[in-house]
């Protein structure tokens, strides 16, 4: 019986384990071996060089598509964040009323619920040369021919990559928010605090992990873009994740392989410098 | 709290009032432009009225192969769901020992949500071709999903039985029942709204899966990449249509969860 007690959760645990070690675990293993293999015009064969990774280090053409992709990170990572800490502030401390969070809360995540390709393609009326922003902005008479640049620019692939993504930032801040103790907010009150010492001193710092949290999943969701850089960017702009799709298009799965290799090393690199900077075990 | 408001709510106020509407904006308008007359194109202004673009969705050659894409992604979106349920409840009730490893086999389970999705879309790609498996949605596509459904599903049900009291189960087994008794007659009753939940967000998260699906769904497309291919070559607003058609499935299925939810929690408390 006492047996029976100490197996049971590895007996329990085991099929999802499973499932990670078999579709997680062993397919990066797999990318890690097949970036060291050779391809030769058509196909893959077993090697071990690091033709793929000199290939990539010694490209101009790469090395500008690694720094595109860091670029989109930064600008969507800072985008999302300011718009997501006011809107999570709204939620925890403004409205009162719990009934009233969990409503508007629900009504910023249901979108998200949806196909990301479908809310990338609802953006296409919106800024296409004849579409409702050109149309404003003309009868504002603030131009008086409609600006191209909307639609498939790099401007549309972030104004689309933060209409996707900002709710993975909303949600772990307005989660670490709720946990703060009102009293202090209070007490610093009493104690004569501004506003902004109370966001300074307590909030900011207390909703740190939260902060961390949804950092490090719009990292990982803007390092892999593939569709809203191909769909929003009309071809014209790339990243790691385009450039990896498109290899394996044209078969080249080691190459392809050695910048999902690189990829992966970037965004471990950039999670665990943001865990070191803030301690998310709370969260946890 | 009959303090005054201050200046600072009315400012968060309309912020998030104009976040909600750059969040649903963009979807109402392709819901107008795909109820155009048969002269529509991808932009405004609306040129007519009808609902000739609805019915186009359904038209096979036209627009790509929606009807059969939409069985496949509902049949995969079911299987996910049902692998998910299980599998975490499972994790879930293991997690509320302590055991040796758990700390691994946690950390293991949210690093799936840190590796970016491609990858793992490429990674199970080319172990499928290594081992000269066919790639199919059932297969491939499959096993993609589950590691970005289960991880959200375990945090959940980790988070359930952190709230859960075990005092109703010690009551059952000091009745005299098993273990297997007290699982189906007593936590599974007691913890079927989170599931509900749990159901629903896998479901979700598969039905629309683009990026894990890519690059393995084999030989027939998902809804998702069906509805990504026609982007290149569908320039009409039966694209719009097919858009409001799936995005119209999607919040009727959030609908009928939380209704479903409510009647759970509520059936509990009376």
Redesign the interface.
Same mark, same amino acid.
Do not use: D, K
């Given at each position: 019986m006492k047996k029976w007690k100490?197996i049971?959760?590895?007996? %329990?645990?085991a099929?999802? !384990?499973l499932? =990670?070690l078999?579709?997680?675990?062993?397919?990066?293993a797999?990318?890690l071996m097949?970036s060291f293999w050779e391809f030769t015009g058509y196909s893959m064969t077993p090697a071990f060089t690091w033709d793929n990774y000199a290939a990539i280090f010694s490209s101009p053409v790469y090395l500008a598509t690694y720094i595109n992709t860091f670029k989109f990170v930064a600008i969507v990572w800072l985008i999302t964040l300011a718009?997501a800490y006011?809107?999570a502030? =709204?939620?925890a401390f *403004?409205v $009162?009323s719990l009934r009233w969070q969990i409503v508007?809360f629900l009504?910023?995540t249901?979108?998200f619920? !949806?196909?990301?390709?479908?809310?990338m393609?609802?953006?296409?009326? =919106?800024l296409?040369? +004849?579409?409702?922003l050109n149309?404003t902005l003309m009868a504002l008479g603030v131009t008086n021919q409609p600006i191209e640049m909307f639609l498939f620019s790099d401007f549309a692939v972030v104004l689309v990559m933060v *209409?996707l993504y900002?709710l993975f930032m909303i949600a772990p801040i307005f989660n670490s928010m709720m946990r703060i103790d009102r009293a202090l907010v209070a007490a610093a009150e009493d104690a004569g605090a501004s506003?902004w010492q109370i966001q300074k001193e307590i909030i900011l710092p207390l909703a740190a992990p939260g902060i961390a949290i949804g950092s490090?999943?719009i990292v $990982?969701?803007v390092?892999? +873009?593939?569709?809203t850089v191909r769909?929003m960017s009309g071809g014209q702009s790339s990243s790691v994740?385009y450039l990896?799709?498109t290899q394996?298009g044209s078969l080249q799965?080691p190459m #392809?392989?050695a910048n #999902?290799v690189i990829? %992966?090393l970037v $965004?471990?690199l950039l999670?665990f410098g943001i865990l070191r900077a803030v301690d998310i075990r709370k969260e946890l | 709290m009959s303090k005054k408001r201050p200046l600072s709510f009315y400012l968060l106020a309309a912020f998030f009032g104009l976040f909600v509407l750059f969040l649903y904006g963009p979807f109402s308008a392709i819901f107008l432009l795909s109820l155009q007359g048969s002269e529509g194109q991808l932009t405004f202004p609306m040129r007519g009225f009808s609902f000739y673009w609805l019915g186009e969705v359904f038209q096979q050659q036209r627009v790509g192969d929606f009807v059969s894409a939409f069985q496949r992604s509902f049949l995969l979106g079911l299987l996910v769901m049902a692998i998910t349920v299980a599998l975490s409840v499972l994790a879930g009730m293991a997690f509320r020992s302590k055991f040796w490893g758990s700390n691994l086999i946690f950390y293991l389970t949210i690093s799936s949500l840190i590796v970016p999705s491609i990858l793992v879309s490429l990674g199970i790609g080319i172990v499928f071709s290594l081992l000269g498996i066919e790639n199919q949605w059932y297969s491939s596509a499959l096993a993609g999903h589950l590691t970005w459904t289960l991880p959200f599903a375990f945090l959940i049900m980790v988070g359930v039985f952190n709230r859960f009291n075990p005092s109703y189960e010690e009551a059952s087994r000091d009745l005299g029942a098993n273990d297997a008794q007290t699982f189906w007659q007593i936590l599974l009753p007691l913890i079927a709204p989170s599931l509900i939940g749990v159901g629903l967000f896998g479901f979700t998260l598969s039905y629309d899966e683009f990026t894990r699906t890519s690059l393995i769904s084999g030989e027939n497309n998902t809804l998702p990449l069906e509805i990504f291919g026609m982007t290149t070559n569908v320039t009409t607003p039966a694209l719009y249509a097919l858009g409001t058609l799936t995005t119209a499935f999607s919040f009727l299925l959030i609908g009928v969860a939380i209704a479903a939810f409510q009647l759970l929690s509520r059936r509990q408390e009376g």
């Open positions: 100490n049971q959760p590895y007996l %329990l645990v099929p999802q !384990t499932v =990670f078999l579709f997680l675990v062993i397919p990066i797999a990318i097949v718009i006011p809107i502030y =709204f939620l *403004h $009162t508007l009504i910023c249901i979108p619920l !949806t196909s990301n390709i479908i809310r393609i609802s953006w296409i009326p =919106f296409g040369r +004849e579409g409702v149309q *209409h900002s506003g490090i999943f $990982t969701l390092m892999g +873009e593939f569709a769909l994740g990896i799709r394996i799965y #392809a392989a #999902a990829l %992966l $965004t471990l999670v | -």
